[in-house]
């Protein structure tokens, strides 16, 4: 069965700082994986995939993952963290030879303080 | 521009009522998706569908139900309201076709079960 973990409830990280948000997965095939952000009161918006090919991924707002095969994690960096980076971060991973449906991590918050 | 919407925002209802949770989208997504979002759980997905007259279970389909009459609409019913299915939910929907596809989501919508 395919499985997701955000080892950190929370993470604290100074502006200006860089930042990781980690996250590693369990498929029998090759992984999808994927990053959404959730800012309070709003849906989940999509930041980055990795499908096949480079393994550091580049998304939305300079955020940035990379797809390590041996160590099974997708983590999420950012070089420089900003205020407006605080927020509620997913990762989810799909199995891309089943047909299974998405699985998101339960999620780890992101607080950067000023 | 295309989105995904969720009505009502809010909703308060009693033990044992019916309710029906709207969700349109005119991405002309062949996917979509309900989730509920639980502190310490993360999003669990409740039921899916992969196009018109397609439904299928989620992990936490009990006391759920929904159905698919066009490609822009999937209602969520809950069939008598439990104290246990005060939550958020979020729609979502995907273009469908491959699992290479990222969600799109909506804003939500806050159940209160009294």
């Known amino acids: 069965a395919q499985s997701v973990a955000q080892p950190e409830d929370q993470v604290n990280v100074a502006e200006g700082n860089p930042l990781t948000v980690k996250c590693t997965y369990s498929?029998?095939?090759?992984?999808?994986l994927f990053w959404y952000v959730q800012y309070p009161n709003r849906g989940l918006q999509f930041l980055l995939k990795y499908i096949t090919g480079d393994n550091l991924v580049k998304g939305s707002y300079g955020f940035e993952a990379e797809f390590n095969k041996s160590q099974t994690s997708f983590h999420l960096k950012k070089p420089s963290a900003l205020v407006s980076d605080s927020a509620l971060y997913f990762c989810?991973?799909?199995?891309?030879?089943?047909?299974?449906?998405?699985?998101f991590g339960k999620g780890t918050r992101l607080h950067i303080l000023p | 521009d295309a989105e995904i919407t969720q009505s009502p925002r809010h909703k308060i209802t009693e033990t044992g009522r019916q309710v029906t949770l709207a969700c349109h989208q005119t991405?002309?997504?062949?996917?979509m998706f309900w989730y509920r979002q639980d502190l310490g759980h993360g999003l669990r997905l409740i039921h899916y569908?992969?196009?018109?007259?397609?439904?299928n279970k989620g992990e936490v389909s009990d006391g759920y139900s929904v159905s698919r009459s066009n490609t822009e609409d999937l209602p969520l019913t809950l069939e008598s309201a439990a104290s246990s299915q005060t939550s958020v939910y979020f729609c979502a929907s995907s273009l469908g076709g491959t699992a290479k596809d990222e969600q799109f989501f909506g804003p939500g919508t806050r159940l209160t079960v009294l």
């Open positions: 569908s992969y196009g018109v007259q397609d439904t």
């Open positions: 498929v029998s095939g090759n992984p999808y």
């Open positions: 989810a991973v799909r199995d891309s030879d089943r047909d299974d449906k998405i699985i």
């Open positions: 991405w002309n997504h062949n996917n």
